[in-house]
């Protein structure tokens, strides 16, 4: 589980960070982290995307 905010490893870290600090997380401060870490993901998506169907694997026989 990746400690990233919008995948469930993100929830356990706000849960941890709240637990330690005791204080509630803003979770306006949280939105445009889960947002960057989603528009990684869309970009890696279609970047993998991409590179599978431009350059595909050879397979040696």
Do not use: N, Q
């Amino acid at each position: 589980m990746l400690p990233l905010p919008p995948l469930d490893g993100g929830h356990l870290a706000v849960l941890a960070v709240e637990a330690v600090t005791r204080k509630r997380v803003d979770m306006r401060k949280l939105i445009p982290i889960a947002a960057a870490v989603i528009s990684f993901f869309v970009l890696l998506f279609f970047a993998v995307l991409y590179l599978d169907l431009a350059r595909p694997l050879e397979v040696p026989l």
